[in-house]
């Protein structure tokens, strides 16, 4: 089936001249397309031949082998484009998914923490970065990931975003952060007071361990400042940190749940929804407003729990 493979990696070509720097993209979209083109193989279908039939037959398939409906659904996704890219380009004869039905996939709320449990996640952090008794080594880890948790909730940005930020990023004075999001496009978002503080905090503290060398990226290595921290570090520190804040749900809590506080907590406290957008960098609107099904929920569960006639159903059912 070498045709198959051919065809496909001219489809992943294409994509990725269009998604430009989205590297993580296309590797996912590889492994949905390597899984499809070996279902094909052990069949002995060239993409050419494929039915409608065949494709509920593989989508049945994944769904017998328990894969999450997210999955399955973006997988539908890689075969409808790379069919019509097929079509598009004269490569292929049909499109077998031309008469399928969309797969409409359940949007799962994020998981968000109050603004109470965000507080204590950024206190206990503070407090660590604090304590010179750990010695100048251990309080300038501290004192880095106080200023990233900081930064990601005065900013909403994502972590991979936090992470390239080169060392100049923030000078003395700054009150904005030009950020390179997805698709290599830049933004300006915002840092307060106590981020800008908890920053210069980091910088000193580096600067004193390693003897004021050089610095390439704004959150590095503090033994090596050409290094930038790594996305799974920033991962085990802030679960580190939620754990020593007493938090509920330690496991739920990543740096990216830092972005979602930030942007469910600015629209309940009323930013408007396209400014919101253009602050969080989504292409489109339709990404920024799952904060407001957050609100809705946190509605629900307020009303739940507070409502006096709640109160007396709860007092009944143990009376």
């Given at each position: 089936?070498?045709?198959?493979?051919?065809?496909?990696?001219?489809?992943?070509?294409?994509?990725?001249?269009?998604?430009?720097?989205?590297?993580?993209?296309?590797?996912?979209?590889?492994?949905?397309?390597?899984?499809?083109?070996?279902?094909?193989?052990?069949r002995s279908l060239r993409l050419d031949d494929v039915s409608l039939?065949?494709?509920?037959?593989?989508?049945?398939g994944l769904d017998q082998r328990g894969y999450a409906g997210s999955t399955i659904a973006r997988r539908i996704t890689v075969i409808r484009n790379l069919h019509r890219f097929l079509i598009a380009e004269e490569l292929g004869s049909r499109d077998p998914t031309s008469t399928m039905p969309s797969m409409k996939r359940p949007r799962k709320l994020p998981?968000?923490?109050?603004?109470?449990?965000?507080?204590?996640?950024?206190?206990?952090?503070?407090?660590?970065a604090a304590d010179p008794s750990v010695g100048l080594y251990r309080q300038a880890g501290y004192a880095r990931r106080a200023a990233l948790f900081e930064t990601l909730y005065a900013s909403g940005m994502r972590?991979?975003?936090?992470?390239?930020?080169p060392s100049d990023a923030a000078r003395p004075g700054t009150r904005m952060l030009m950020v390179r999001g997805k698709g290599d496009k830049q933004r300006l978002v915002p840092l307060h007071e106590r981020a800008i503080e908890a920053i210069t905090h980091w910088q000193k503290l580096a600067a004193e361990y390693s003897g004021g060398r050089p610095t390439?990226?704004?959150?590095?290595?503090?033994?090596?400042?050409?290094?930038?921290?790594?996305?799974?570090?920033?991962?085990?520190?802030i679960k580190e940190a939620a754990v020593a804040a007493g938090l509920a749900s330690p496991d739920r809590v990543s740096p990216h749940v830092l972005r979602h506080a930030f942007a469910t907590h600015m629209h309940s406290g009323g930013t408007d929804l396209r400014v919101l957008q253009e602050l969080?960098?989504?292409?489109?609107?339709?990404?920024?407003?799952?904060?407001?099904?957050l609100?809705?929920?946190?509605?629900?569960?307020?009303?739940?729990?507070?409502h006096p006639l709640n109160e007396e159903e709860r007092t009944d059912q143990w009376s």
């Amino acid at each position: 089936m070498r045709t198959n493979h051919r065809l496909a990696q001219l489809w992943l070509d294409a994509l990725a001249t269009e998604l430009g720097s989205a590297a993580g993209t296309i590797d996912t979209y590889t492994d949905d397309l390597n899984c499809y083109l070996a279902w094909l193989g052990g069949r002995s279908l060239r993409l050419d031949d494929v039915s409608l039939e065949h494709v509920r037959d593989y989508i049945a398939g994944l769904d017998q082998r328990g894969y999450a409906g997210s999955t399955i659904a973006r997988r539908i996704t890689v075969i409808r484009n790379l069919h019509r890219f097929l079509i598009a380009e004269e490569l292929g004869s049909r499109d077998p998914t031309s008469t399928m039905p969309s797969m409409k996939r359940p949007r799962k709320l994020p998981f968000v923490l109050s603004i109470t449990e965000t507080e204590g996640l950024l206190e206990t952090a503070h407090r660590l970065a604090a304590d010179p008794s750990v010695g100048l080594y251990r309080q300038a880890g501290y004192a880095r990931r106080a200023a990233l948790f900081e930064t990601l909730y005065a900013s909403g940005m994502r972590i991979s975003e936090a992470l390239s930020l080169p060392s100049d990023a923030a000078r003395p004075g700054t009150r904005m952060l030009m950020v390179r999001g997805k698709g290599d496009k830049q933004r300006l978002v915002p840092l307060h007071e106590r981020a800008i503080e908890a920053i210069t905090h980091w910088q000193k503290l580096a600067a004193e361990y390693s003897g004021g060398r050089p610095t390439q990226w704004l959150f590095h290595s503090v033994r090596n400042g050409t290094k930038a921290l790594t996305r799974q570090a920033a991962l085990l520190e802030i679960k580190e940190a939620a754990v020593a804040a007493g938090l509920a749900s330690p496991d739920r809590v990543s740096p990216h749940v830092l972005r979602h506080a930030f942007a469910t907590h600015m629209h309940s406290g009323g930013t408007d929804l396209r400014v919101l957008q253009e602050l969080l960098g989504h292409a489109g609107i339709e990404t920024t407003q799952i904060y407001t099904h957050l609100d809705t929920s946190r509605l629900h569960q307020m009303v739940g729990d507070l409502h006096p006639l709640n109160e007396e159903e709860r007092t009944d059912q143990w009376s």
